[in-house]
């Protein structure tokens, strides 16, 4: 089970590593929804809008014939005019926008690239004949219509009911269509491309026909797609306006009849009139709907058509009107971004007879200006308002967030009208904010005006701010669809308010007309009495039908009915129904029930494709605040809805491919480039700040400084084509500098290694670990040279315990001012170099050089005479109270240097040369212990980007198996073979301390070694020499009057060789009975302690306030400073012997292992 539990362990491992390895090329390939929403949105999106699936004679019927015909002639025009509008702002205006269009305009299409571009989009051309030949037919029967109603006579039911004609929703709807061809123009005259292919199609397709047997081709196939370009050029010939009233119009017969309808003609203007005069009262206020602008144009069209009619000067209260219109919206824009000026559509549309007419000669004479101060009003309500816009849009997104959908059974009407109340803020705020940033960067870019820095960010905040509505909208959308019918119903009661009391009022009233109608036959039959029964008749008639279309979901086939119903009602003038109010509740049910919609198409940044170079300069405005960095992902989703528009409109792939490039690229440039290096530079700097004197000191606290780890908190970002981490790329770039940079020179790969160690402290940044064989080549650090001859370098080092390194002896009168250091990674660089050779070298020549140090140390111990005078006056008798207390911690002098007080200056030769071979010993075994941390060091690196051991297939055969060239697989080959030699050779690596042991253990059973039996009885005196050394050698530092080339007090050399020593003669546990560690501390605390005490007698006796006691502090003996001298003295030495003491533990642990 233990094995099973390791193998899933290592696959697992593997499996993390290889993903780790692989991230990058796997995101690289990443590809997100081309959706338009945001990276939090659900992929999966439910749009949700009332549908009726009722007819019109069923939506219709009553019992009154007369105006349920009538009602159903209208609405029926209108309805298709409607679909027909929607259908066109689907699949039309975009689409040809962008037909033919190119990442650059410079770019040189190939010889038939523009046929092939117009074959393949010939459907779209088709479906524009269609739309543009049913909605002139329909139009046209909506003309017919109006003009006959407006030319009959009073005697025709129902219009012999009507006081005034008022039909001010059949001509918005009328305007509404005329706008089709309009805008349709306005596309064709902005893409040259249209005409252009499409004139080279029907070239290359007469050519085609004069060669069909060449190319293959049916006869009837070609002549029928011979008709159908030819039915495109005659519908290109002309404007699709002008087409309208030109002399071969297919409504010629029905304008012959209209420009004698006088009637009609001021019906037209009027509804022109108050429909615009009541716009313009809204316009660029809070009131404002979101579909008021392209009533506009809807307006503009209505007065273009009069103006061809009549073919005569309007008058005077309209040209001022245009005035008025051309000074507050001279601009009104379309699907795609696309700029409509209203001027330009008047000229260009308007009848030659016309051009001077006041109000565009005018205009046109100051058309610059006109631009401008509209530029500049634009400014001051986004100065005005813009605090204001996102004061209430704070309200309203924690208003409409906080809400939740409460139970049916607990469900509220003033929840629901709170609910409808934020779904109409949130609509509004949305038409709001787009209209302000699309007109002002269209405008700025038109007249070529920079933008200041303050507007460049505010109009950022507002891109922002546009997501972040159609992301909360996105959130809340299941609530809202949940509760959608509720707020319907809400509405259509309020509707139904004001429309009931009068459904009461004349059935009261017919009832009483029959009743007087029974009393009095003969008054009935004049003619004031017959219009008064019909007034009634018809205006419940239009009541009961208005209820009833009151009561079904909301579709906008019901709204629009409903719209026409009221302008009959109105047109009777009986009843005296607040008609505004109901328009106001109308437009609510339009918002709600077309929410969505209207949410996608305000939200919808697809117009930020035409104002690319403002994507770098907001990029970077993000970049410098780093409180602003979470608008990042709203920025690039902005610009991502571009990508939307060019798949939407069927460009090439080269210009898909172009436009996602430069939304890396800017993000790369300027988030990712820069982040990098200032990361990579506050590492630097807070690095050489402790390195390098005179470095200023960095305050994280002072202005200027960003908190750069906030960068590297965001989400990885979504763009439609790939996903991008900040994160990983930041940590690919530092791996990649520290990598390259760090094989300067051994400086720079140290600087190199604690900028990544700070960067993962700091950043949380996950870097991976550098393996360079150059990392410390500085050093001449030749592993080969020391394995042969360890004596020089033993000799030339002092060992560090702790460390694991080996610090250069100063070397005398040289100059220098650097010590070299050798530690683990350069035993590991230099393997690299000399492979593990080296090793096993190594193993011998330890072995040989440490038998001579013990053989020295026999020699020594034995030859010289002095050696049992050392054992006889210093710790031969072990039943004294010597060996509790060394000889020389009695004194007061406290002199350990205990050579010197016994034998003179012979003996300080004799220690000092058991301290050097001893020391030698240390080095030695410290040198064995590096080599061995340093092989294994080279084994992880040499094995790190391997495969495991359990893989079965190697490097060559996977080659193979990808269909790789020969050179590939020889080169896997190669590796594979060096793979298995590292492998092989794993084991042969140097002998370990336990097999040294062994080794010299064995001699000593052999009694080779048996003048070395009382070796523990000598420890004390070197460890006395040694913190004697260490604390005269400090003094002297502290002093600075230390030697130079001193030997270094800090060698741990004579630690490891004591430890190892006593480790081979077994006499760990003869020198642990000495216990001379705890007696020579206890007896140095009891000399701290006493003079401490008699200071801190001192220190009372100066607080006695009567006279005795300050007659005997007076004659007291004064503290001497020899006093405080010896304490602080005797610390010193405890302190050294306390570490000296836990060096030889963690030594003697060392060995144990």
Excluded at 377 to 384: A, D, W
Excluded at 640 to 653: A, I, P, W
Excluded at 769 to 776: N, Q, V
Excluded at 1004 to 1014: A, F, H, P, V
Aim: neutral net charge.
């Amino acid at each position: 089970m233990a094995s099973l539990l390791m193998e899933q362990q290592e696959k697992l491992r593997r499996v993390v590593d290889d993903g780790r390895f692989r991230a990058q090329g796997l995101l690289s390939d990443l590809h997100a929804s081309p959706s338009s929403s945001s990276s939090a949105a659900d992929p999966v999106r439910v749009h949700v809008e009332p549908v009726e699936r009722s007819d019109l004679p069923a939506l219709l019927g009553s019992d009154n014939v007369a105006v349920s015909k009538f009602l159903t002639v209208l609405s029926h025009d209108c309805l298709q005019i409607s679909r027909l509008s929607q259908f066109a702002s689907r699949n039309l205006y975009r689409q040809l926008l962008l037909f033919g269009h190119r990442s650059s305009p410079h770019e040189v299409l190939l010889e038939g690239e523009p046929q092939k571009a117009f074959g393949q989009s010939l459907s779209l051309f088709i479906e524009l004949y269609e739309t543009v030949s049913e909605t002139t037919v329909v139009l046209g029967n909506l003309l017919q219509q109006l003009n006959a109603i407006y030319s009959l006579h009073d005697n025709v039911r129902p219009l012999n009911s009507f006081k005034s004609f008022n039909f001010r929703t059949v001509f918005e709807s009328f305007g509404d269509g005329l706008a089709i061809f309009l805008v349709l123009d306005e596309i064709v005259k902005e893409n040259n491309n249209i005409k252009s292919y499409l004139a080279l199609y029907a070239r290359m397709l007469n050519k085609v026909k004069t060669e069909a047997n060449n190319f293959v081709m049916i006869i009837e196939d070609l002549d029928l797609l011979d008709q159908v370009v030819g039915n495109l050029e005659k519908l290109f010939e002309f404007g699709f306006f002008k087409r309208l009233t030109q002399m071969e119009s297919p409504w010629q017969a029905s304008l012959n009849l209209v420009r004698c309808n006088k009637k009609f003609l001021d019906a037209c203007c009027s509804c022109f009139h108050d429909s615009l005069s009541e716009l313009l009262l809204r316009i660029d206020s809070w009131k404002e709907l979101p579909f008021d602008r392209r009533k506009i144009l809807h307006n503009v069209a209505l007065l273009l058509f009069s103006v061809h009619v009549s073919a005569e000067a309007l008058d005077k209260k309209y040209g001022k009107l245009i005035m008025v219109v051309f000074q507050s919206v001279p601009v009104v824009y379309v699907e795609g971004g696309k700029r409509i000026i209203l001027f330009d559509v008047l000229k260009s549309q308007c009848p030659q007879a016309l051009s001077s007419w006041s109000p565009l000669r005018e205009a046109s004479k100051d058309l610059v200006l006109m631009k401008r101060n509209y530029l500049k009003r634009l400014s001051e309500m986004h100065s005005r308002d813009w605090q204001a816009i996102k004061d209430a849009l704070s309200c309203w997104a924690v208003s409409f967030q906080s809400i939740v959908h409460p139970s049916s059974e607990i469900l509220s009407e003033e929840w629901v009208r709170l609910l409808m109340k934020q779904i109409m803020q949130g609509a509004v705020l949305a038409d709001r904010l787009h209209m302000l940033v699309l007109s002002m960067l269209d405008l700025h870019a038109l007249l070529e005006i920079p933008l200041r820095k303050e507007k460049v960010k505010s109009l950022c905040h507002m891109i922002v701010s546009l997501k972040i509505i159609g992301d909360i909208f996105e959130m809340k959308g299941p609530g809202i669809i949940r509760s959608l019918p509720h707020v319907i119903n809400i509405i259509q009661a309020d509707i139904e308010q004001f429309i009931l009391p009068f459904k009461s009022k004349l059935q009261y009233e017919i009832a009483k007309w029959s009743q007087a109608t029974k009393m009095g036959f003969l008054s009935s039959l004049t003619r004031g009495g017959k219009e008064m029964d019909t007034k009634l008749t018809d205006s419940l008639s239009l009541v009961l039908v208005s209820l009833q279309l009151l009561e079904a979901g909301g579709s906008y086939k019901r709204q629009l009915l409903f719209s026409i119903t009221m302008d009959v009602l109105q047109s009777i003038g009986h009843l005296d129904i607040d008609f505004s109010r109901i328009q106001k509740s109308m437009s609510k049910l339009r918002i709600v029930t077309d929410f969505q919609t209207i949410i996608e198409e305000k939200t919808n940044c697809s117009f930020l494709y035409w104002r690319k170079e403002m994507l770098g300069t907001w990029l970077s405005t993000i970049y410098v605040d780093a409180r602003n960095f979470s608008w990042l992902q709203y920025i690039l989703d902005a610009f991502s809805d571009g990508l939307s528009l060019l798949k939407l409109s069927h460009v090439g792939k080269l210009t898909l491919q172009s436009y996602e490039k430069e939304i890396e690229n800017a993000l790369i440039c300027e988030i990712i480039a820069p982040l990098c290096k200032d990361i990579e530079t506050d590492l630097r700097l807070h690095v050489h700040s402790t390195r390098l004197r005179g470095s200023v000191f960095v305050n994280p606290t002072r202005t200027g400084v960003r908190n750069l780890s906030w960068y590297l908190m965001v989400n990885p970002l979504r763009l439609p084509f790939k996903l991008i981490d900040v994160k990983l790329l930041v940590e690919s770039y530092l791996n990649s500098a520290f990598y390259s940079h760090s094989v300067m020179s051994a400086y720079d790969g140290r600087v190199y290694a604690e900028m990544r160690q700070l960067g993962e402290l700091k950043y949380g940044l996950e870097l991976d670990d550098c393996y360079l064989s150059g990392y410390f080549g500085d050093q001449n650090f030749d592993i080969s040279k020391v394995v042969e001859n360890p004596n020089t370098f033993v000799d030339g080092y002092s060992y560090n315990m702790f460390n694991q390194m080996f610090i250069e002896n100063g070397p005398d009168n040289q100059g220098r001012k650097n010590l070299k250091v050798i530690g683990v990674e350069h035993v590991a660089t230099s393997l690299a170099r000399h492979g593990l050779r080296p090793i096993s070298v190594a193993s011998n020549s330890v072995t040989m050089f440490l038998n001579q140090m013990f053989t020295a140390l026999s020699e020594l111990i034995q030859g010289d005479c002095e050696t049992g005078a050392l054992k006889e006056s210093y710790i031969s008798k072990r039943n004294s109270a010597a060996l509790n207390a060394h000889p020389s911690l009695q004194q007061q002098e406290l002199k350990f240097s205990l050579g010197k007080l016994a034998i003179g200056n012979h003996g300080v030769t004799l220690l000092e040369q058991i301290h050097f071979v001893i020391t030698r010993i240390g080095n030695a075994l410290g040198l064995v212990r590096t080599l061995l941390v340093g092989c294994s060091r080279y084994c992880c690196n040499s094995l790190w980007y391997t495969k495991g051991s359990t893989s079965d297939l190697n490097f060559s055969e996977t080659c193979k198996i990808l269909g790789l060239s020969d050179e590939t697989v020889m080169v896997g080959r190669m590796l594979d073979t060096c793979i298995t030699n590292n492998k092989c050779r794993l084991d042969d690596t140097i002998k370990p301390f336990s097999s040294l042991i062994a080794i010299f253990s064995e001699k000593l059973q052999l009694s080779e070694l048996r003048e070395l039996k009382d070796f523990f009885l000598i420890i004390p005196s070197l460890i006395a020499n040694l913190v004697d050394c260490r604390v005269l050698r400090k003094d002297k530092l502290v002093r600075g009057d230390h030697e130079p080339g001193s030997i270094v007090s800090i060698n741990d050399g004579l630690i490891m060789g004591t430890a190892f020593v006593l480790k081979v003669l077994g006499q760990e546990e003869s020198f642990d009975k000495l216990n001379w560690f705890s007696s020579a501390k206890k007896k140095l605390r009891e000399e701290i302690t006493l003079p401490e005490e008699s200071c801190e007698s001192q220190e009372e006796k100066k607080g006695w306030s009567n006279l005795a006691g300050l007659t005997r502090w007076l004659q007291a003996p004064p503290i001497t400073t020899e006093a405080h001298k010896g304490v602080d003295k005797r610390k010193r030495y405890r302190d050294e012997i306390e570490l000296i003491e836990c060096s030889l533990k963690f030594a003697r642990t060392l060995l144990s292992s």
